[in-house]
């Protein structure tokens, strides 16, 4: 029963993938990544990995999602926006797509896979915590660093100038 | 500093109003809101003016007719100008007495129907002045409405369409009495009219008589007036 | 919850033998629809209560003739709702416009399951309880922009960015007023929260007022944080004065300006959801939850004592300065008074935490939304951002650092 949820999310990100990916309509192309999203939290969850789950929600959902609609609802005529389908140098597309295709199936094959017993779930959030204020400290105030500069660039470019 | 000061004014602003809302919240229901056709507003006095106009009655909600004191002049029906009156009279009996008005005029006519129809009204006023007796003015009651939702026998279009209920008839005789009226008065026409028939007759065989002496004499005279327009008329036919 | 309701219905002797994981499923069915039909019956109840609150804040009687003291109101014009016509506009975008209503009102569901109404009934007790409800009611965002930009309406679209801007930015400072709540308790599960936050104490554990040991009484900072919360929570499910996205005087309804019926019916039933996911939400986390107020039945008898006291000072209060008897407070705090000191069994019951608890508190919030939106006048767009950015991001800051030092001084944290 299970497994029927999982092809459900599946088949949802996949759907909503492909619409992002072939909608000639913009407005649709971003409105169907927030099916991805969920999606993408959904299998995150079927990897216990629930506070992932959730922050891909509130970062990709509330954040990215709503900064793109922004973009395109700010940019003049989004309806008539024609979306360049002539598509040019097919052959080395093609190439480099079937390269990366096999240079991934490679490992997915060559692996023995075993089916073992499917892992109790257990809260990871207390884990995350400990870990991100011990051992990843560095990595995190960086990360805070970057995204304050981030910030206060932002602040700069969009003051006005008197 | 002036950060929180600006904090502190609102925050204290909004108390004032929150509590001014709270209190209105738990005081007593005392309602402007009436639940109306339960309960109404008192209908104020008939006459409010002031000054001059102290008698002068500002509320026109409906017509009204003091029909005792009606004499039956018909002014008022000819006063409005959408014709929503419409009186008939009789006259009353030789001798009988009619009663006579607030103003003190005796009844000559017998009121059978004074009708209004308030859904053609325009409340104007008109018809309240020329009235001699004061009998005919403007009451404060608004209500026209009618409670009749239950009605089943016929359809709700019908019942909308349907303004009998504004048609105001204020005349009071019964239907006997003016059936009763009515006949003696036809019964007195028609004698009277048998009698001016009869007086008419004598009178038409005697100008008749007149007539046919006076006819002979003409004669000659029409034929040769006969003669000259025919010419007349033939020469200037022929020269169109 | 999911677990314990699939062992009861696999305990049941006339239930087809089923494998546990189907059982779940239909339990996680049903609690989902028990959800959604709660959310439904609390919506018509809520635009009753809110007409008749908002009728006598303004000296009117509300709805009044559909049933005994329009009771019934609502349920008509929820019919009347079901059965109008539903138009798509014709430049409307009529994919995204028949969408966009269900991905708010399923978010705004969904919401739900984290809420724990009761020590037992909690759809889903997850350890990211409070953080899952922020991040599911950031979803709303894109079904307000979706049915607002596929109206093809200028009004719709400005009520749209407004929502967006509006939630967007106030989720910030309701995220950092939470997180001073959950650095006090340690974990993000609702029911944790709520646990920690059991018996009694002094007001800030110093001012000798005993009251229950709520967040919002443990320190000065949380006290602030209660209030913040309130106003962003406000702002973040667009009710007055914070109701710009679709402020009727300038936008006719914002983003719903062009739906009808069952969608438009959607859209005032997820409003609704939300508001009281608010209220639950403030219940949880500064009020103490499904916990009862009083920590034993001394406690409750002596509270009650002191609540008899003060309703029969207010009703001194009332008949001496307008002359009139007002009867009610008195009357329902002296009968639970009496029956509390008469009967032990209705004294336990008021100290054992429970449904009825949560629903007070819940109660007691959507009165105070209600006043508030009854009350204040709309807010200028300027002015919204000023609040959300310049005052209540500072003060949530403040806070946040004012509860760590709170709790280093108070030797709940050690370095």
Redesign the interface.
């Known amino acids: 029963m299970a497994d029927l949820i999982f092809w459900l999310f599946w088949g949802l990100t996949v759907a909503s993938a492909s619409i992002v990916a072939f909608s000639k309509n913009l407005i649709y192309a971003v409105f169907s990544l927030l099916g991805t999203f969920i999606g993408v939290a959904a299998m995150y969850i079927f990897l216990n990995a629930d506070f992932v789950a959730v922050t891909q929600i509130v970062i990709y959902v509330g954040g990215i999602l709503v900064l793109l609609i922004f973009g395109i609802m700010l940019t003049n005529r989004i309806t008539q926006t024609v979306i360049s389908e002539s598509s040019f140098q097919k052959m080395f597309g093609l190439t480099v797509v079937f390269a990366v295709l096999i240079m991934v199936l490679i490992p997915v094959l060559g692996h023995t896979w075993t089916n073992g017993e499917p892992m109790a779930f257990q809260e990871t959030i207390h884990q995350i915590g400990t870990l991100l204020f011990t051992d990843y400290i560095l990595l995190f105030e960086v990360a805070s660093i970057l995204l304050l500069g981030a910030l206060i660039g932002a602040a700069t470019l969009a003051r006005k100038e008197r | 500093m002036n ?1 929180f000061k600006n ?1 502190y004014i609102a925050i204290s602003t ?1 108390m004032t ?2 509590k ?3 209190g ?10 009436l ?1 109306y056709p339960d309960e109404v507003w008192p209908i104020p006095e008939r006459n409010i003016g002031t000054g001059e106009l102290a008698s002068y009655n500002v509320i026109r909600s409906k017509l009204h007719v003091d029909i005792d004191d009606c004499i039956g002049c018909k002014k008022c029906e000819r006063a409005c100008p959408v014709g929503c009156i419409s009186i008939d009279v009789l006259k009353g009996d030789k001798g009988e007495d009619l009663g006579v008005t607030k103003n003190g005029t005796s009844i000559k006519l017998v009121v059978t129907k004074h009708q209004i129809d308030m859904s053609e009204c325009m409340f104007c006023d008109l018809c309240t002045h020329p009235c001699p007796e004061d009998c005919i003015y403007m009451e404060a009651d608004y209500r026209f409405e009618r409670n009749d939702n239950k009605r089943k026998d016929v359809t709700v279009k019908e019942r909308w369409r349907d303004r009998s209920t504004l048609i105001y008839d204020f005349a009071k005789i019964a239907q006997e009495d003016v059936d009763a009226r009515t006949a003696k008065i036809e019964e007195e026409n028609r004698l009277k009219a048998e009698e001016k028939e009869k007086a008419m007759a004598e009178k038409l065989a005697a100008a008749a008589a007149k007539q046919t002496a006076k006819a002979d004499a003409e004669q000659t005279q029409n034929v040769k007036a006969d003669v000259e327009t025919t010419l007349f008329k033939t020469t200037e036919g022929g020269e169109s | 919850m999911i677990e314990s309701m699939a062992n009861w219905f696999l305990s049941l002797t006339w239930f087809p033998q089923m494998e546990l994981a189907s059982v779940k499923l239909l339990s996680v069915l049903l609690v989902g629809a028990g959800l959604f039909a709660f959310i439904a019956v609390n919506a018509i109840v809520l635009v009753y209560v809110e007409r008749k ?1 908002s009728a ?6 509300g709805p ?1 003739r559909v049933g005994p003291y329009g009771t019934l109101q609502t349920v008509a014009d929820a019919l009347k709702l079901l059965l109008k016509e539903d138009i798509i506009p014709t430049l409307a975008d009529s994919i995204l416009f028949r969408v966009g209503p269900f991905i708010i009102l399923i978010s705004a569901i969904v919401a739900f399951a984290a809420i724990p109404f009761s020590p037992t009934v909690t759809a889903a007790d997850m350890s990211i309880g409070l953080y899952y409800i922020v991040s599911i009611s950031s979803i709303v965002v894109v079904g307000i922009v979706m049915s607002g930009w596929a109206s093809n309406n200028k009004w719709s679209l400005y009520g749209a960015m407004r929502s967006a801007a509006q939630i967007v930015s106030y989720e910030i400072p309701v995220g950092l007023t939470l997180l001073a709540v959950v650095a006090m308790a340690g974990s993000l599960n609702m029911n944790e929260i709520i646990i920690a936050q059991g018996g009694s104490s002094n007001l800030f554990h110093w001012i000798p007022l005993p009251l229950p040991n709520w967040y919002m009484f443990n320190n000065p900072f949380l006290f602030i944080a209660f209030f913040m919360y309130i106003i962003g929570a406000t702002a973040e499910i667009n009710r007055t004065p914070f109701d710009l996205p679709e402020s009727e005087s300038e936008l006719v309804a914002g983003f719903m300006t062009e739906y009808s019926g069952i969608r438009w019916a959607l859209f005032f039933l997820s409003e609704y959801a939300n508001f009281t996911l608010v209220a639950f939400l403030t219940a949880v986390v500064f009020m103490g939850g499904w916990q009862s107020p009083f920590e034993t039945i001394f406690a409750a008898k002596t509270s009650l004592l002191v609540l008899l006291a003060l309703a029969l000072a207010w009703t001194g209060y009332v008949k001496t300065k307008a002359n ?1 008897l ?1 009867i009610y407070p008195l009357a329902i705090i002296g009968l639970s008074t009496i029956a509390a000191w008469l009967f032990p069994g209705f004294a336990i019951w008021i100290t054992e935490p429970g449904l009825f608890w949560i629903a007070m508190k819940v109660l007691s919030l959507i009165f105070l939304l209600m ?2 939106r ?3 006048p709309r807010l200028r767009v300027d002015q919204l951002m000023y609040v959300s950015w ?2 209540l991001m500072p003060i949530a800051l403040f806070n946040l650092i004012g509860v760590a030092t709170w709790m280093w001084l108070t030797g709940e944290i050690q370095f």
Do not use: A, N
């Open positions: 950060y904090i909004l109003g929150m001014l809302t709270l209105y919240f738990v005081r007593p229901r005392e309602y402007v809101t639940q | 609150v006598f804040m303004q000296v009117r009687l009044m009139r007002s006043w508030f009854w009350t204040f310049k005052v």
